[in-house]
């Protein structure tokens, strides 16, 4: 579904011009998880960037469903879960929601209320099928650094996107949050059949969530790898466990070093 | 059943006694340091008013507490007081106002648009390094010796720290959270108004209580320099004719009106930070 050919990226600044990604081409399959990983600084995060339509290829093209991508397409989970302090969980939810009302603009009145409403309660059901949906009125300080997380993720859900794109979005969390976390988030990625592309530095979290492991070089970053993880438990979790698992790591560790 | 036992009947309960008795202690202290507080104040009147009775200082130049009473009582019993207090209390509100909402809007401006924020970079550092008393004859010429000037004084003391402050807070707002909102397909009008505006309401809040202060410092100035009424010209009249009394009494009910404005803004305060969850 997700198409990237070519893709080029030539960033301009004062100390001069340079070349962030050359030649980056890969294809991301309905209901695929695909981590990023590479060395820090080459441009794991600007490859995100690109997919969510937020910054232009300089060479290339990046497509999904052979049309080019829009902000509109994609949800994005940073590091934080940048959940406005002053908004219930409810309203954060909803904030996507309330940002996109412009394009129902087309229909009448009615129709419009009616589709927004129909927004607001798939929202909901997110909430309630996740186990957030009592905490609604909470603000987000009431909450531990994981449950947020997961709001985070519902917030994005919430837009329907066709393809997440999630930005070291555990590595702010402790170690046991963080492989619960990555739990929850698999499982819900997974259950809703999302497309997703993870940027990590974190080598097991990448082999331990992913269908598929991208590892790319150092500066100007290109493809070098890519690594199908057949690993067959059903968690994050229990799949660090199998004998496999150890063997991608090795090797995405030689290929990153 | 001791002592404690019976006490704790009278709490909550699955309240332990040492909760109780840590309640008790922040109670207690609250009390010893307002029982302090008013103390101090009560004795320094005190030692004020016995030293002009018994003649220790001279009552021509230092006053004393009856006198001052007995002032305002007068200002009352003419119909004065509530005259002078109405002039300067709405020179300083209008001038709060103008100043603080004004400065806002031209902060918004000058956050939307990068452009004309280096533009005016300059022009705002100097004109918040001058003195703006400096700029009362000018004033006075251009708009008169009236209420306009006072209040243009007033405004030009508080808009420039107005600008900076929440100018500073807009741009300091996470740059992943607009990237979020982007993300999203926000545009600029809704990423003010979702989150750069809300981001930054504890900063304006700050904002209110700074200009709180500074409108009577503006407002006062603005009187000293061309007004004929108000408390500022009370102050200054009595200066001049030697009348101490009425010196103190409007300098003293100018504390009571700044205070309550400034708490006026506490409880605004308060409520915000009940409504956000803040502690």
């Given at each position: 579904?997700l198409?990237?050919?070519?893709?080029?990226?030539?960033y301009?600044?004062?100390?001069?011009?340079?070349?962030?990604?050359?030649?980056?081409?890969?294809?991301?399959?309905?209901?695929?998880?695909?981590?990023?990983?590479?060395?820090?600084?080459?441009?794991?995060?600007?490859?995100?960037?690109?997919?969510?339509?937020?910054?232009?290829?300089?060479?290339?093209?990046?497509?999904?469903?052979?049309?080019?991508?829009?902000?509109?397409?994609?949800?994005?989970?940073?590091?934080?879960?940048?959940?406005?302090?002053?908004?219930?969980?409810?309203?954060?939810?909803?904030?996507?929601?309330?940002?996109?009302?412009?394009?129902y603009?087309k229909?009448?009145?009615?129709?419009?209320?009616?589709?927004?409403?129909?927004?607001?309660?798939?929202?909901?059901?997110?909430?309630?099928?996740?186990?957030?949906y009592?905490?609604?009125?909470?603000?987000?300080?009431?909450?531990?650094?994981?449950?947020?997380?997961?709001?985070?993720?519902?917030?994005?859900?919430?837009?329907?996107?066709?393809?997440?794109?999630?930005?070291?979005?555990?590595?702010?969390?402790?170690?046991?949050?963080?492989?619960?976390?990555?739990?929850?988030?698999?499982?819900?990625?997974?259950?809703?059949?999302?497309?997703?592309?993870?940027?990590?530095?974190?080598?097991?979290?990448?082999?331990?969530?992913?269908?598929?492991?991208?590892?790319?070089?150092?500066?100007?970053?290109?493809?070098?790898a890519?690594?199908?993880?057949?690993?067959?438990?059903?968690?994050?979790?229990?799949?660090?466990?199998?004998?496999?698992?150890?063997?991608?790591?090795?090797?995405?560790?030689?290929?990153?070093? | 059943?001791?002592?404690?036992?019976?006490?704790?009947?009278?709490?909550?309960?699955?309240?332990?006694?040492?909760?109780?008795?840590?309640?008790?202690?922040?109670?207690?202290?609250?009390?010893?340091?307002?029982?302090?507080?008013?103390?101090?104040?009560?004795?320094?009147?005190?030692?004020?008013?016995?030293a002009?009775?018994?003649?220790?200082?001279?009552?021509?130049?230092?006053?004393?507490?009856?006198?001052?009473?007995?002032?305002?009582?007068?200002?009352?019993?003419?119909?004065?007081?509530?005259?002078?207090?109405?002039?300067?209390?709405?020179?300083?509100?209008?001038?709060?106002?103008i100043?603080?909402?004004?400065?806002?809007?031209?902060?918004?401006?000058?956050?939307?648009?990068?452009?004309?924020?280096?533009?005016?970079?300059?022009?705002?550092?100097?004109?918040?390094?001058?003195?703006?008393?400096?700029?009362?004859?000018?004033?006075?010429?251009?708009i008169?010796?009236g209420?306009?000037?006072?209040?243009?004084?007033?405004?030009?003391?508080?808009?420039?720290?107005?600008?900076?402050?929440?100018?500073?807070?807009?741009?300091?707002?996470?740059?992943?959270?607009?990237?979020?909102?982007?993300?999203?397909?926000?545009?600029?009008?809704?990423?003010?108004?979702?989150?750069?505006?809300p981001?930054?309401?504890?900063?304006?809040?700050?904002?209110?209580?700074?200009?709180?202060?500074?409108?009577?410092?503006?407002?006062?100035?603005?009187?000293?320099?061309?007004?004929r009424?108000?408390?500022?010209?009370?102050?200054?009249?009595?200066?001049?004719?030697?009348?101490?009394?009425?010196?103190?009494?409007?300098?003293?009910?100018?504390?009571?009106?700044?205070?309550?404005?400034?708490?006026g803004?506490?409880?605004?305060?308060?409520?915000?930070?009940?409504?956000?969850?803040?502690?």
């Amino acid at each position: 579904m997700l198409k990237l050919e070519n893709v080029a990226l030539n960033y301009y600044s004062k100390n001069g011009e340079t070349l962030a990604l050359e030649n980056i081409s890969f294809e991301v399959q309905q209901g695929e998880l695909i981590s990023i990983v590479g060395p820090s600084g080459c441009g794991k995060t600007t490859i995100l960037s690109l997919i969510s339509g937020l910054i232009k290829p300089s060479k290339g093209s990046i497509k999904i469903n052979n049309k080019d991508v829009s902000p509109n397409n994609s949800g994005y989970m940073f590091q934080k879960d940048h959940l406005f302090d002053w908004r219930t969980i409810e309203k954060n939810v909803y904030l996507g929601i309330e940002i996109q009302q412009q394009k129902y603009k087309k229909y009448e009145k009615e129709e419009q209320k009616r589709r927004i409403t129909e927004d607001k309660n798939h929202a909901i059901e997110l909430l309630k099928k996740y186990g957030l949906y009592e905490f609604k009125d909470k603000y987000p300080n009431q909450l531990s650094g994981g449950m947020r997380q997961r709001v985070a993720l519902i917030r994005t859900l919430a837009l329907k996107p066709e393809i997440l794109l999630l930005d070291e979005a555990f590595s702010a969390l402790d170690f046991q949050t963080r492989l619960n976390v990555c739990n929850d988030v698999h499982n819900i990625l997974k259950s809703e059949n999302k497309t997703a592309i993870m940027v990590t530095h974190d080598i097991s979290e990448a082999i331990s969530m992913s269908d598929r492991v991208i590892v790319l070089t150092s500066r100007p970053a290109k493809v070098k790898a890519i690594h199908n993880i057949e690993l067959t438990s059903k968690t994050p979790l229990s799949r660090r466990e199998e004998a496999q698992f150890n063997e991608y790591f090795n090797q995405i560790w030689e290929e990153l070093t | 059943m001791n002592n404690d036992q019976i006490k704790n009947i009278n709490n909550k309960p699955n309240q332990s006694i040492e909760y109780a008795k840590y309640l008790k202690k922040i109670r207690v202290n609250k009390v010893v340091i307002l029982s302090i507080q008013i103390g101090i104040l009560i004795s320094l009147l005190t030692i004020w008013e016995v030293a002009a009775i018994i003649g220790a200082i001279d009552t021509f130049i230092m006053s004393s507490p009856s006198r001052i009473i007995t002032q305002v009582g007068i200002l009352i019993s003419n119909g004065t007081l509530f005259y002078h207090i109405g002039i300067t209390l709405s020179e300083a509100i209008i001038g709060f106002l103008i100043a603080t909402i004004a400065g806002t809007l031209i902060a918004i401006i000058l956050w939307w648009n990068e452009t004309i924020r280096k533009i005016l970079d300059p022009y705002i550092v100097v004109l918040n390094s001058l003195p703006k008393i400096a700029l009362g004859p000018i004033l006075i010429i251009w708009i008169g010796a009236g209420t306009g000037a006072i209040i243009a004084m007033d405004i030009l003391i508080m808009i420039v720290i107005t600008i900076l402050s929440m100018l500073s807070a807009f741009t300091s707002c996470d740059e992943n959270k607009i990237l979020l909102l982007r993300s999203m397909g926000a545009n600029k009008l809704q990423i003010l108004i979702k989150l750069i505006l809300p981001n930054s309401l504890m900063e304006f809040i700050s904002v209110l209580k700074i200009n709180v202060g500074l409108t009577w410092v503006g407002t006062i100035m603005g009187e000293y320099l061309v007004s004929r009424a108000g408390l500022g010209y009370l102050i200054v009249y009595g200066g001049q004719v030697f009348k101490l009394d009425l010196v103190m009494a409007s300098t003293i009910i100018l504390c009571v009106l700044a205070a309550l404005m400034y708490f006026g803004v506490v409880i605004i305060e308060k409520i915000v930070k009940k409504q956000r969850n803040l502690h």
